[in-house]
């Protein structure tokens, strides 16, 4: 009974190992997905910058989390930030999803940046009429780099476009001299030199070529089932198209300037709030926008620093500070987006407009001078002798006052507030009965 028990044990080893052996020796065979499946579409035509790929990155992750059977970039760009382009290739490749780049409509490119994506998808397609390639990198005011730098730059960046195609099966030698040499190629061209997969009239025309197509996605590999595949689309959300309106650097500048004004103004003038308001929100927009670009930190620091002296001129009333306050708020309006950094052609220079700079400097010279001299007169009128001069002078309400508005006393308009609960209307007359800063305490009177 026992050698029938070993005998018995024997045989089933010898079954499991045949059985590990037979497998262990076959190729793994890609997943088939399903019948029912769902196509992701976005659409990107717009430069690659830090929101760009903040989409796609958004979108992967969707089209990962909904199990999708592909994500389609419908891809139409002049080009772009670099360190945004290799954030999206980086995101591509390590994607679980299988993603098809496919350049359309009929005349749109994948211009300079646009040449890195479309190599990095599993799938890379083109309309009819479009055109890859002009990958050369530039600097940051769109001229050529030269020297070292621009060695070293083109070698780092054809090393990149190198590794995708070897990732992706693609033509190295043709995508490597987009970069080298800035060498285009038509929809058709791109086909022959193996850069792109296939030509596409349309989205359905893409889906069909795609059925049947095995995809090597980081997850492993993916059978395409297009046959029945329904289709969900995602565009920008609220928040990703209200940073790329903000993220320009005339905004930028614009609201930077408006929010320490405003600011200024409640400085000066505490109790007003709405200044107070106006100028944290822009602030804070400028700051949002300044996140998403490059810039200079010797510029900042130096806008930075005009605010600090207007402080300090409130304080003084020299007007020393209020010079250098706008001294260093020129300069550091000019080096804020003064960043020489190497770009992909296509993306626009990113500066300041000389003509911008010169009205914000003015505005903001306009108001230093009269805060300045707003200051030194409180500092006159804090005299005694100065305020005795005052009280018991009369005039008449140019507002209402409610309990603050404006009067006139003594051929000038002066901010003021009501002494009592007595309702002063525009064209009353009223007594001055007391000065706080700048502000005049009121009463009505009787003719």
């Not at 038509?186 to 025309?205: C, N, P, Q, Y």
Request: proline letters at 4%; glycine letters at 8%.
């Amino acid at each position: 009974m026992s050698i029938v028990v070993v005998r018995r044990a024997w045989l089933s080893i010898l079954i499991v190992a045949c059985g590990v052996i037979t497998t262990a020796g076959r190729d793994p065979q890609p997943a088939t997905q399903s019948a029912l499946t769902t196509v992701l579409f976005i659409t990107v035509d717009r430069k690659i910058d830090h929101v760009t790929q903040g989409f796609i990155a958004h979108a992967v992750s969707q089209a990962e989390q909904e199990h999708d059977a592909l994500l389609v970039i419908q891809l139409d760009t002049p080009g772009g930030e670099y360190d945004a382009t290799r954030k999206i290739v980086q995101q591509l490749l390590a994607a679980n999803v299988p993603i098809a780049v496919y350049v359309a409509p009929k005349g749109a490119r994948a211009a300079s940046a646009g040449t890195f994506i479309l190599a990095a998808a599993n799938f890379a397609a083109m309309a009819p009429g479009t055109n890859i390639g002009a990958a050369s990198p530039v600097s940051a005011n769109g001229k050529d780099i030269g020297g070292t730098l621009q060695e070293k730059v083109t070698n780092d960046a054809a090393a990149l476009i190198r590794s995708i195609a070897q990732e992706r099966g693609r033509n190295g030698d043709k995508l490597e001299v987009t970069v080298r040499k800035a060498v285009s190629f038509s929809a058709s061209e791109a086909v022959d030199a193996h850069i792109v997969d296939f030509i596409a009239k349309d989205t359905e025309d893409l889906l069909t070529q795609l059925n049947g197509r095995t995809a090597q996605t980081a997850g492993g590999a993916v059978i395409m089932n297009m046959a029945s595949a329904s289709k969900r689309t995602l565009t920008m959300t609220l928040r990703e198209r209200f940073v790329a309106f903000v993220a320009t650097p005339e905004l930028i500048s614009i609201l930077y300037t408006v929010g320490m004004l405003a600011i200024f103004i409640e400085l000066f003038h505490p109790g007003l709030v709405a200044p107070a308001v106006i100028g944290a929100l822009c602030l804070v927009l400028a700051f949002l926008g300044l996140g998403s670009l490059p810039f200079n930190w010797a510029g900042l620091v130096l806008l930075g620093l005009a605010a600090a002296f207007v402080i300090a001129e409130l304080h003084t009333g020299s007007s020393l500070l209020g010079v250098g306050a706008v001294l260093a708020f020129v300069i550091g309006a000019l080096l804020l987006f003064s960043v020489d950094i190497p770009r992909l052609p296509g993306e626009p220079v990113r500066q300041v407009s000389l003509w911008l700079i010169g009205i914000l400097a003015g505005l903001f010279a306009v108001v230093t001078v009269v805060v300045g001299g707003a200051v030194v007169k409180t500092r006159r009128l804090q005299h005694p002798k100065a305020s005795a001069l005052l009280i018991g002078k009369t005039g008449f309400a140019t507002s209402d006052l409610a309990p603050k508005g404006t009067v006139q006393v003594a051929s000038e308009l002066w901010t003021a507030t009501a002494d009592d609960a007595t309702p002063i209307r525009v064209g009353d007359p009223v007594s001055v009965v007391g000065l706080e800063g700048l502000m005049l305490k009121v009463r009505k009177t009787h003719p």
